[in-house]
């Protein structure tokens, strides 16, 4: 299988194995922002992904995962769950909510990628412990 992206001005054209496709949508679940003064480096989350994918066609859409209502799980064609100052141990009043989605899209067999925070979230629902590190953030 090949895919290739071509633009032209603001279009693009995505074509697989020959045939045009539409432009893979990737939905960003966002929970949090970069914290100061990092942000003021490189953006926040929705800037980093958006750099990170558009060069690629990709377009990528902004949802508050911390919202009382969150999108259908088929809404997008894929997903990421990113980072945040938070851990999904934390008693937080959107986490339980936002984990049951996250369960909702694996069991639908959406592609779904947890970045930080968000691949705690993605191994926490499948049932890994998920536990705090005695010393603290590292990378």
Do not use: K
Request: aromatic letters at 8%; glycine letters at 8%; proline letters at 6%.
């Amino acid at each position: 299988m090949q895919l290739s992206v071509a633009r032209s001005g603001s279009n693009t054209l995505a074509s697989m194995n020959g045939a045009e496709v539409l432009p893979l949508r990737v939905g960003l679940l966002v929970v949090d922002s970069i914290d100061e003064p990092h942000r003021s480096i490189a953006g926040d989350y929705f800037e980093l992904f958006v750099e990170l994918l558009a060069p690629h066609g990709v377009e990528v859409v902004r949802y508050d995962g911390t919202a009382s209502r969150l999108p259908a799980v088929d809404e997008c064609p894929g997903w990421i769950v990113p980072g945040s100052r938070r851990s999904v141990y934390d008693d937080l009043e959107w986490l339980p909510r936002l984990s049951r989605w996250v369960r909702r899209a694996i069991d639908s067999r959406v592609p779904l990628v947890g970045v930080c925070f968000g691949h705690q979230l993605v191994a926490q629902v499948l049932g890994a412990p998920v536990t705090r590190i005695e010393h603290g953030w590292n990378v």
